[in-house]
């Protein structure tokens, strides 16, 4: 009898010692560490990264990229009589894209082997504003812009960027009065695979999406704040074709912390207020954490950043510096790009054995 129990009390000790090996991450195991990269007077809201480089590109017609080994940056610029706003970018295994917000549209595509930017796409006219690119790859791209007539701009390339065609109202549902979308971070524009969401704002906050890489769409509305020209959502991520969050909220007033992020499970359709009044308020870019099953969120904003380990139940705010913008290639390094600077960054992460 007393040796069965001696057993049994050894055996319980043992998996006591194993639950608790390897916890975990929560709030109190995890903090940032960030660095400088690069100072300089454009304000920058759009990164992206491939083959060791992260791109950017900023105000008065800057742009250039960050070789992640070394951290040296190479800084161009796009001088026209007009100082250029990009807020929008792409990177393809050949090619990087960079396109300027307001009128004209300009979309330059830049070849990794020379370096030397090719103008392929002009758009003039008063309602003109692009905010966000994406492309699936060196030849199929799509760019979102604000509504012009009845529907969002929406003009899509297959041949790399060299000739661009816009969609027609027809094939989109309609844009309600007031509705428009945010160049804040270029990422209220989201592809997976052959899917396409896109965001709102403003007097409406609503999720696009197709399925076939913008050929066809539906529309689904959202909790998200919206109501005055600065509310709504301003960014959005997807794991896989069904798991996505959003974020956004008051420009106006970025300590609200109401209405502002929201989770679907099911593509998009329908979407679920997340820490509603204990999250972060106002952000203007969000992102699954590489490599974390679609556990851990990230949000950058202006007022600072904030992580949440489960999905956005909880939040840890990880420091009070505001980013635009941020980019992450593992589950505990990447760079965030804001106002007059580039950063990287390193998530710190302990295990208690």
Request: proline share 3%.
């Amino acid at each position: 009898m007393f040796k069965s129990l001696a057993v049994v009390l050894i055996s319980t000790i043992l998996a006591c010692k194993s639950e608790v090996k390897k916890p975990e991450s929560t709030s109190d195991s995890l903090s940032i560490e960030i660095s400088r990269i690069l100072e300089d007077s454009i304000s920058i809201r759009a990164i992206d990264f491939k083959n060791k480089k992260y791109w950017f590109a900023g105000s008065n017609g800057k742009y250039g990229h960050i070789n992640d080994l070394t951290d040296s940056v190479t800084m161009h610029q796009i001088e026209i009589k007009n100082n250029l706003e990009f807020r929008s970018l792409a990177t393809t295994e050949n090619y990087t894209y960079i396109l300027t917000a307001g009128n004209p549209a300009l979309i330059y595509k830049i070849p990794h082997k020379n370096g030397v930017p090719q103008l392929v796409y002009s758009e003039k006219g008063e309602s003109v504003f692009y905010d966000s690119m994406k492309f699936w790859n060196d030849n199929e791209g799509i760019a979102l812009g604000d509504p012009q007539n009845t529907c969002f701009s929406i003009i899509k390339t297959i041949d790399g960027g060299e000739t661009w065609e816009k969609l027609k109202c027809e094939a989109m549902p309609e844009a309600l009065p007031g509705e428009a979308a945010f160049a804040a971070s270029n990422s209220n524009l989201k592809i997976y695979k052959n899917y396409v969401w896109f965001v709102t704002g403003g007097k409406h906050s609503r999720v696009f999406h197709s399925e076939n890489k913008g050929q066809n769409w539906k529309v689904y509305n959202t909790p998200i704040i919206s109501g005055q020209q600065m509310t709504g959502i301003y960014a959005i991520d997807f794991y896989d074709e069904n798991l996505g969050t959003i974020i956004g909220g008051d420009w106006n007033n970025k300590n609200f912390k109401k209405n502002n992020i929201a989770i679907t499970t099911d593509g998009g359709i329908k979407w679920q207020l997340l820490s509603n009044e204990t999250g972060p308020g106002y952000c203007s870019d969000i992102i699954f954490v590489p490599e974390t099953k679609g556990q851990e969120l990230l949000a950058v904003g202006s007022p600072g950043i904030w992580w949440s380990g489960n999905q956005g139940k909880n939040w840890k705010k990880l420091s009070d510096e505001g980013f635009y913008t941020v980019e992450m290639i593992s589950s505990n390094e990447g760079v965030l790009a804001g106002h007059h600077k580039v950063s990287r960054f390193k998530i710190k992460r302990w295990v208690f054995n």
